[in-house]
C-alpha cells in the first residue's frame, strides 16, 4: 500500500509506504534500491484489528 503527495511549493515528492510488520522493511529496501536519496521520515503504527481477522495493521513510513 502507498500513496504519492507532492508538495509544489517546497518541491518535494513524499511517498508514504504501509504494509506488515512482516514485509515493511522489504518495501523500504526495495523503494531505496530504486530512490537512493529517500529518507524515513517518521513511522506510524497501525494496530491489528481483531474483529476484521487482523486484516488492518502494520506500520506507514
Same mark, same amino acid.
Given at each position: 500500500?502507498?500513496?504519492?503527495?507532492?508538495?509544489? #511549493? &517546497?518541491? !518535494?515528492?513524499?511517498?508514504? $509506504?504501509? =504494509?506488515?510488520?512482516? *514485509? $515493511?522493511?522489504? $518495501?523500504?529496501?526495495?523503494?531505496?534500491?530504486?530512490?537512493?536519496?529517500? !529518507?524515513?521520515?517518521?513511522?506510524?503504527?497501525? &494496530?491489528? *484489528? #481483531?474483529?476484521? =481477522? =487482523?486484516?488492518?495493521? =502494520?506500520?506507514?513510513?
Amino acid at each position: 500500500m502507498g500513496y504519492l503527495c507532492i508538495d509544489w #511549493k &517546497s518541491q !518535494k515528492v513524499r511517498f508514504y $509506504l504501509g =504494509g506488515s510488520e512482516e *514485509n $515493511l522493511d522489504y $518495501l523500504v529496501k526495495a523503494f531505496r534500491s530504486v530512490y537512493k536519496n529517500a !529518507k524515513i521520515v517518521e513511522q506510524i503504527s497501525f &494496530s491489528r *484489528n #481483531k474483529l476484521f =481477522g =487482523g486484516a488492518v495493521g =502494520g506500520r506507514m513510513r
